[in-house]
Nanobody
Framework: QVQLVESGGGLVQAGGSLRLSCAAS????????LGWFRQAPGKEREFVSG???????AYADSVKGRFTISRDNAKNTVYLQMNSLKPEDTAVYYC????????????????WGQGTQVTVSS
């Protein structure tokens, strides 16, 4: 079973950048699909980006061209580089894992990190 710990959140001005990290423990990391989700106050949790166990990636339309996901299987870590941040990107960001197949639906994921707050000021 994979366990996940996110880091890298913080307060940044609009137009700035942050890099989130999700460190995983467990022997099944390399065969897991990893997703980044976010949840703003009063809103449902939504898909942001994901990466398959083979390295294929996907992005929500709202972040395409601004966010980049990557994974380092040797370090058991997945990253989310966030550039050109906007106030509407403000949310708690969660890393999640499931076996192999990448989906955009939160309920498909069975392992979640504790979340990291990202706040973008205007």
């Amino acid at each position: 079973q994979v366990q996940l710990v996110e880091s890298g959140g913080g307060l940044v001005q609009a137009g700035g950048s942050l890099r989130l990290s999700c460190a995983a423990s467990g022997r099944t990391f390399s065969s897991s699909a990893l997703g980044w989700f976010r949840q703003a106050p009063g809103k449902e949790r939504e898909f942001v980006s994901g990466i398959t166990w083979r390295g294929g990636d996907a992005y929500a339309d709202s972040v395409k061209g601004r966010f980049t996901i990557s994974r380092d299987n040797a370090k058991n870590t997945v990253y989310l580089q966030m550039n050109s941040l906007k106030p509407e990107d403000t949310a708690v960001y969660y890393c999640a894992a499931r076996f192999r197949v990448l989906t955009t639906t939160p309920r498909d994921y069975d392992v979640w990190g504790q979340g990291t707050q990202v706040t973008v000021s205007s």
